[in-house]
């Protein structure tokens, strides 16, 4: 459960369109904040809040230069994202569907 706990607020943070054009963004490398602004219409304070999301779920770090502050991707957290996501969607012996095999009461009668 604790895999697909700390997993998943990766995913949550991706669920707003604005918050995974700014992955998409970071993906060509690190931005400083001001560039990140100045493709989408919002305040200072909503990019800010954006980026505290995608800092604590771990999918983008942040370093502070002077009086701006530069983001790019975890590529740690990319990596372990990408490997849960392709594990998630892989069949594979050790699927929780798997565990106590046998199949719902009733469901042999219909065969």
Known sequence: ???YLENTKVFKAL???????????LSCGELCACMILE?????QSTLSH???LLCECGLVKGREQGKWTY????????????QFFSALTSDKGSCICKE???????????E
Do not use: Q, W
């Open 1 to 3: 459960m604790e895999r």
């Open 15 to 25: 669920g707003d369109p604005k918050r995974a054009m700014i992955v998409d963004m």
């Open 39 to 43: 493709k989408f219409e919002m305040s």
């Open 50 to 52: 954006h980026m505290k």
């Open 71 to 82: 983001y790019s991707l975890d590529t740690d957290t990319v990596s372990r994202t990408k």
């Open 100 to 110: 106590g095999a046998g199949c719902c009461k009733g469901c042999d009668e219909n």
